[in-house]
């Protein structure tokens, strides 16, 4: 299977009367974007406003971030939502490479978080560094909160959809052309026989309404653990369709740009033989977590797998499903490395995980989400600065009157991201 | 500036003698003795020993409190902006009398202060918490290493530079997580410790599985239909309006509320301010999180005494074992007191 992305190096952004790109910058009809946007009457108000690295601007708060992509030739993306339902890894995908869609509006529940674009609290997510186009909404009276979550998450993905296609539609030109490309497993095995064959397990939070996670448009609450052609991640397969706290929630981004899944095509065919990716279930029954653990290592095992990556989303009850897979698959003679953050409370002196197990040996932290950290006021705020008083991490008293804030490090979108997207980790001290 | 530093020592390190002088009561010279000489070179010219405070180890272990005031006054009137102590290696009585010293120099006056152990000195144990102990070899041997990784600690604490890791810095934790930049990401130094494990090579695990303490449960409530039940929740149901503003993730703090009047939880005069999941169903009907409904029916049957009037409330959600524990504790506590037989514990 090969995937082609053609990237268009994206490092301006401009309000302009037609949608296209030019010399690197995106150029946006605005009043267009939110008429399309504002086609959906669950909304009652659409506004569009721009954030760029370095700017004293806060984002907040910020729901999902989403890359505007379309697959080339067909102007549609994200199978299921805005693409019909087709395999998603194959052919060329346009990327607006360094731009992003950024939702944003009244909360939907408690765990959205913010983006500063500047100052102490920028470096902790990695759309500080995105040039983003932040869609504003505010639903219409007394819409229900699970329709509201629904008709945010498919506002980012139309919108992202909707500005590559329009530079689709004019003209374009390539800066880089990155290839993904891999056999099945038969073939790949054949070529690499004595190579390791490594699995990467993709845990979601799939918990209910606010707390879930699509595949192929399909919420994953309801299924069952099962395995993806790596192409598959990196090409729309998989969208954020959740409210867990903003500090660990796998944006659409994140999966669209997996750093686990990349990380391991980096060594396929080098040092090791990478197998694909099982994206599985994080459970709220004791039932779930141990089926999806069983079908995890299933899969794994059918695979002849050596060794397996295996990445949590959220905390709390999701690391007894952290515990269980790293128990079934050492058990079982796969050797794991587990990813997740930290809950070592706002002093660091607690313990980080709600549940622990002795065959968990190898673990990767992605930082202590309770962690404290002081931010400036901004200059623009983009969005409601008083959403901090209920967001996880942030509480009444964090907004205090000059603008800054003092809160806990879960409050910012992806800084604990433990699909291990960020350079952020605890240490002892 | 020049800093003023003090050290201390015992009376082998000083030339005193060994076993046979461990009696020798604290003294204070000027200037440096043995290993303080080193500690004022690495300073290059930035630091100077003012003072060397010695003192037996059997002294100071068998007559503590007069030891540590004694040394404290000769310490504090030479104005020091910094005191190291040792490094002690593996000697236990040494290793109790610099973590002793460290700490309540640290204290009382208010200055950093830096000592040094072998990991397995009894010290460490004490004292890792109170002061900075640099990791030194089981013996003297280790003189050398250990010196500069002291100064090394003890300038950067001087400074007010940025103190990074224990295991970078050469001192013992003190039992704290810290999120710092490293120079790969997760998933670069996840794919990088699994090829390490699978070729069955070294690696260093980010942090090492807790010890959880397992708490053996109460007895089984002998007759139901006498027991008092009460309600505990970490599910976030509070009086409306949350009147105790209890955290909505990461609690500080747990609520008490009066439910004897009430049969039933409504919309009207509670709710769920929990940050952890969809609050959507428990706020058309907190009984779902919070079963005082079922309870009151149970209890006009018969099936149990009565209800506790008390229940107990909390988000568990970002919330640290340390504060859970702590609820635990005090609601148990409080449960105890009043007589309550059994609890039912809801979580979400």
Redesign the interface.
Known sequence: MRLELHKIHITGLAFADKTYTSGGTLFINKDEAEALIAEDKRFAKVKLDLACPGESTRIIPVKDVIEPRVKIGKNFYFPGFFAPMEKAGEGGTLVLDGAAVVTCGPIV???EGFIDMSGPGA?YTPFSQTRNVVLYVEPADNL???LYEAALREAGLKLAVYLAKCCAENEWKADEVQVFEKGNSFEETQKYPDL?K?VYVCMNIT?????DTYLYANDLKPALPTLLHPNEVLDGAMVSGNCV?ACDKNTTWHHLHN??V???YA?HGK??NFMGMIPTQESTVMDGKLRAAAMNLSIAQQLGA????I?EEG??NPDTDLCLNARFFENAGI???L?SD?????????????D???E????????????MIEVPAMEKVIGCKEAIS????G??ESLRSDGSMFV???SVIAS?????????????? | MTYRIVHYINQFYAGIGGEEKADHKPELREGFVGPGMQIEKLFNGEGKVVGTVICGDGYYGEHTDQARTECLEMIKGLQPDILFAGPAFNAGRYGFACGDIAATVGEELNIPTVTAMYPENPGVELYSKKTFIAITSDSARGMAKAIPTMVGIGTKLLKGDKMGPARLEGYIHRGIRKSFFHEKSGAERAVEMLLAKLKGESFRTEYEMPVFNKIPPAAPVKDLKTATIALVSSGGIVPKGNPDHIRVSSAESFGSYDISELKNMTPENYESIHGGYDREWANVDPDVVLPLDVMRELEAEGVIGKIHPIFYTTTGTGTAVANSEKFGQEIGEELKKAGVDAAILTST
């Open positions: 529940a408690f765990q470096p229900e909160k699970h390791p490594i918990q209910g309404l606010l707390h706290s750093p686990i990349q990380a391991l060594r040092e090791i050596d060794g397996a990556i990445s905390y709390g050797k794991s490395v990813v930290e809950s070592s409370g706002t002093d660091g002196a607690s313990q980080s995980l709600a622990a197990t002795p968990l040996d190898a673990f990767i932290s992605t930082g202590n989400v309770n962690e209920l967001l996880s991490g509480a009444e806990e490090l879960q604990t991201a433990e699909i291990g997207f960020n350079k952020l980790g605890c240490e002892w001290i």
